[in-house]
């Protein structure tokens, strides 16, 4: 009879252990309802530009041309956010620099409720879930180079000239 007692209770302690291990293992807000990776659509007025995102070390990250969508990692190591920088160059157009940076995730604070202390101080900060990008699209125009006319040739017939600017002709000889 003891025998028995004592396998039940053993079997009541492993079923108690694997219970604790997958709650520990498993409970994080953040990482459960949200996510570590983010999209961010970059869309440019004129399209085709090379957009390059660097970030806060300076790693270049992504290089491609516009429209895209990146997915950027929020977190950049234990209880630390990332930050990105967008440049958006063209030739013929002013280069732009977009910064983009990440949050606190509301998430993070279901943790007191649904996660406990292991979501709070080690799973959503080791993962990046307790931060979120704090943009999900760029939309962005670029500027045309002061300067930058395009040169071009017509040629008329005298009579089509107004008579005010007939004065500011010049003539061309061989």
């Known amino acids: 009879m003891d025998n028995l007692k004592s396998i039940k209770q053993m079997k009541n302690l492993t079923k108690s252990l694997f219970v604790a291990a997958f709650i520990c293992l498993f409970s994080s807000c953040a990482s459960i309802v949200s996510k570590s990776n983010w ?41 630390s956010s990332q930050s990105y ?56 125009t670029l500027e045309k180079k002061d300067g930058q006319t395009q040169a071009s040739l017509e040629i008329k017939d005298i009579k089509d000239i107004p008579a005010s600017m007939i004065q500011h002709l010049v003539k061309i000889t061989q």
């Open 39 to 79: 999209p961010l659509t970059v869309n440019t007025n004129p399209n085709g530009v090379k957009v390059e995102v660097t970030d806060k070390r300076g790693a270049t990250v992504f290089e491609g041309l516009s429209p895209t969508t990146i997915y950027l990692k929020s977190g950049s190591g234990f209880f």
């Open 85 to 140: 920088l967008l440049k958006l160059t063209m030739e013929g157009y002013e280069t732009k620099s977009i910064p983009v940076k990440c949050n606190l995730n509301g998430w993070y604070f279901g943790n007191i409720i649904f996660g406990g202390l292991i979501g709070i101080l080690i799973v959503d900060p080791a993962t990046g879930a307790m931060y979120k990008l704090e943009k999900e699209i760029v939309n962005e």
